[in-house]
Nanobody, 124 residues
Framework: QVLLMESGGGSVQAGGSLRLSCEAS?????MGWFRQAPGKEREGVAR????????YYAESVKGRFTISRDNARNTVYLQMNSLKPEDIAMYYC????????????????????WGQGTQVTVSS
């Protein structure tokens, strides 16, 4: 089992930046960030594999968000720049392959362990 704890959420103005952190209880090769806006399904934002050389982003955040990791600290980060009101959501960290779907994809079903989430609010 992998325990995950997110931090770093908050409220910023449009165009601002936030850096989310996810500390894991142990190393997992694949970790992802997801988000769920009010009234919408949870969607994949970014994922990272291995030592950080393999990353993948949703089209909606490509060029604005950067996922990275510090394996010595079992921590994954999501640097979010140029934030927009449409980025408002609860952001979740995920790890561990559930056995469903494609390994290390941006599919909700692919991950076994989830954090409690951290809220991001962007004002226009």
């Amino acid at each position: 089992q992998v325990l995950l704890m997110e931090s770093g959420g908050g409220s910023v103005q449009a165009g601002g930046s936030l850096r989310l952190s996810c500390e894991a209880s142990k190393y997992d090769a694949c970790m992802g960030w997801f988000r769920q806006a009010p009234g919408k399904e949870r969607e994949g934002v970014a994922r990272i594999y291995g030592y950080g050389e393999r990353t993948y982003y949703a089209e909606s955040v490509k060029g604005r968000f950067t996922i990275s990791r510090d394996n010595a600290r079992n921590t994954v980060y999501l640097q979010m720049n140029s934030l927009k009101p449409e980025d408002i959501a609860m952001y979740y960290c995920a790890a561990g392959y559930s056995g469903r779907g494609t390994l290390c994809s941006l599919s909700n079903d692919a991950y076994a362990y989830w954090g409690q989430g951290t809220q991001v609010t962007v004002s226009s």
